[in-house]
């Protein structure tokens, strides 16, 4: 090697080093998600039946942060041309959206199936495909039907075959049109209602310790009954892809000095990312071990006869394996990690054993202060799971940034910039292989027990407007430009380096 070649080496390992020069692969798709009870409103429209959300919200409004309700939210409903628009006008190639489960069977029961329900979801999704939109249907995003929670929710059994007889109705009126279909939004999420009730806190189904790994295992036996309906009896046909969205965090010690912190760090990794990833994903199936062992261990404490934790059996274990054609991501945070023994009484919280907190550099953000900026943390899940469960083709459905509101969002912005950096390093450094990233989400809604105080949307709704004008921020000229061209601006990888987790503040 001469002299005059060293700049040029010097420069390209700067390259490698920041993901300066990386584009994003060809056909690698970008796109934008919503849900259906966030957005659509029209609540009691057209036989539409009534969601847990629903009662709860009505017979207790103060426990939504600004006491509204989503009986109108977006009226995505009745605009869901112009949300369309909006995506096309991005330059996005698919939409992530869920169907209102209420709104194909009231009851969630399939003796009752609401034709006006299927004709709004086929104008929908003909809508997409006559604007070169791919449509990716959820077909729950926790909106449970209050028929069915009145029987227990997904803590009975009867469940399972409910979901696998909507999931029929689905794949029959939609399946010629949809090539990705999702069966649950964060089922791992969902699990939490049952544990001590994370969303809204008068549900009165929770049962720490017990409810959630109820919901646990029949979530999971419920999505294994719907891939297995598909692959049988619609695949030949309708040749799509089916998976399920897990949303995973990433999770660094407080204490990265500390034994205990190093080893409590690795409990919440192995469980938190693996109690719903492990069964489905991994080679072997079935739950994590050290989940298994934890339970059992604390159960015997406890006085019980048996663990907590319900197994599966051989048959069933095999049963939920592999039942996912790409690897479904949501990944939002970074969280810093402690041991923690003071937890009484049976709990998942127990079972894990560790106290969580949100890492930040930043100045953290009163009404969503969980979700920070660190930016390896998505890059870092991504190895995860692929050192952990396998080389999966991976699609990250659920990226993005809360604020209060207003056009310029400098925050969404660095948030959205330094994240699709770290996921460029991930596909062209460590050769993981994500094929497609949608961002949470295309306009604001209803975000949960945040209400209206909390905005994710690339376009700015006025929800005190009638009309439910949108208008883009400074992050969707961003996004836009970011999927024109395939590539992250430079001042965004450059940000993302001074971001590294290795280099955080003291805590």
Not at 312 to 332: C, M, Q, S, W
Request: hydrophobic share 40%.
């Amino acid at each position: 090697m001469t002299c005059d070649m060293l700049p040029a080496l010097l420069m390209l390992l700067n390259m490698q080093a920041t993901g300066l020069g990386y584009t994003f692969p060809d056909g690698f798709m970008f796109g934008a998600s919503t849900s259906a009870y966030q957005t659509e409103g029209a609540w009691n429209v057209d036989g539409r039946g009534p969601t847990i959300w629903d009662t709860t919200i009505h017979a207790y409004p103060d426990v939504i942060a600004d006491h509204s309700n989503a009986d109108d939210a977006d009226l995505s409903y009745y605009k869901f041309k112009e949300d369309s628009h909006l995506v096309k006008d991005m330059g996005m190639h698919f939409y992530s959206f869920s169907i209102s489960w209420t709104r194909i069977m009231p009851t969630g029961l399939a003796n009752s199936i609401n034709v006006k329900g299927l004709e709004h979801y086929n104008k929908v999704i003909d809508d997409l495909l006559e604007k070169g939109i791919t449509p990716i249907v959820k077909m729950y995003h926790f909106d449970m039907p209050q028929y069915l929670q009145n029987l227990g929710g997904w803590t009975n059994p009867y469940i399972i075959g409910a979901f696998k007889e909507y999931a029929r109705i689905l794949f029959k009126n939609f399946g010629d049109r949809v090539q990705y279909w999702a069966t649950m939004n964060e089922p791992n999420m969902e699990c939490l209602e049952y544990e001590a009730s994370q969303f809204i806190k008068v549900l009165n189904f929770s049962a720490p310790g017990v409810g959630c790994y109820l919901a646990l295992r029949n979530m999971l036996l419920a999505h294994a009954e719907v891939y297995h309906l598909y692959d049988k009896e619609f695949r030949p046909s309708q040749n799509g892809r089916i998976s399920i969205i897990i949303n995973l965090f990433w999770y660094e010690p407080l204490n990265p000095k500390s034994t205990e912190d190093q080893e409590a760090v690795i409990r919440q990794r192995q469980i938190d990312l693996g109690w719903f990833a492990h069964p489905v994903y991994s080679t072997d199936g079935d739950y994590p071990q050290l989940l298994k062992d934890r339970v059992a261990a604390n159960s015997k404490k406890e006085g019980f006869p048996s663990s907590r934790l319900q197994y599966f059996t051989p048959e069933e274990i095999k049963f939920v394996r592999g039942t996912a054609d790409f690897f479904a991501l949501n990944h939002y945070a970074t969280f810093l990690v402690t041991s923690c023994k003071d937890w009484s009484g049976p709990s998942l919280s127990r079972d894990i054993g560790t106290n969580t907190s949100a890492l930040w550099w930043l100045p953290s953000q009163p009404l969503f202060p969980e979700i920070s900026v660190a930016p390896e943390g998505i890059r870092r899940v991504l190895n995860y799971i692929k050192q952990n469960f396998g080389d999966w083709e991976i699609l990250i459905t659920e990226n993005g940034f809360p604020d209060a509101g207003g056009l310029n969002d400098p925050m969404r912005q660095l948030y959205i910039g330094t994240y699709l950096a770290e996921i460029l390093k991930a596909i062209h450094i460590d050769g993981v292989k994500v094929f497609g990233y949608a961002i949470w989400s295309i306009i604001d809604n209803f975000e949960w027990n945040k209400g209206y105080t909390t905005k994710f949307g690339l376009y700015s709704v006025n929800f005190s407007d009638p009309r439910r004008p949108r208008t883009p921020k400074d992050s969707a000229k961003l996004m836009k430009e970011i999927i024109s061209t395939h590539k992250v601006p430079n001042e965004y990888l450059y940000l993302g380096n001074e971001l590294s987790l290795d280099v955080r503040p003291a805590h």
